[in-house]
């Protein structure tokens, strides 16, 4: 299932064969032509941040900012560890229990939200822990090849 978000106000949810009822075709690269209902519509796709989800397009010549969440998304935020982006982060904890095998920044340094931080092993699958929020790196508390458990603070912002 697809939860769909358009210019923060209309709210949709998709279930994965929704795209089977759309007559898609690519046009040019980002650029669409799609049959709906016997209706046409001219799609462009202007802006895409694939790692947030978030996307600007163009429908037949009106602009909306559409936010996706699919339901590993939608699981995360049953479980409280939806994306943070709305508070002030203090620490940064280990989402899982599991080696550090990389620490990509230092402390006093300026991070934005989405930047690496700590490569954290688990379950034989490398997890990249990005930044939640802007912020400064006050303390690291990890270590390179430590095995850390679950919640455990990694750093300090």
């Known amino acids: 299932m697809l939860k769909i978000v358009v210019n923060s106000q209309h709210t949709f ?5 929704a795209a089977q009822d759309l007559d898609l075709m690519e046009t040019h690269p980002g650029i669409f032509h799609i049959l709906k209902d016997n209706h046409s519509y001219n799609v462009e796709v202007v802006k895409a941040d694939y790692a947030e989800k978030t996307f600007t397009v163009k429908v037949n010549g009106q602009i909306y900012e559409v936010k996706a969440q699919d339901k590993f998304d939608l699981l995360l935020q049953q479980l409280g560890m939806g994306n943070g982006s709305n508070k002030q982060i203090k620490d940064l904890k280990a989402p899982m229990p599991g080696l550090i095998l990389d620490i990509k920044v230092t402390e006093g340094q300026s991070v934005q939200k989405g930047d690496p931080l700590i490569i954290l092993e688990a379950m034989k699958m490398e997890n990249i822990i990005k930044a939640p929020a802007d912020g400064v790196v006050k303390l690291i ?6 095995t850390v458990e679950k919640n455990q603070i990694l750093l300090s912002f």
């Open 13 to 17: 949810e998709l279930n994965e064969n």
């Open 141 to 146: 508390k990890a270590k390179k090849g430590e």
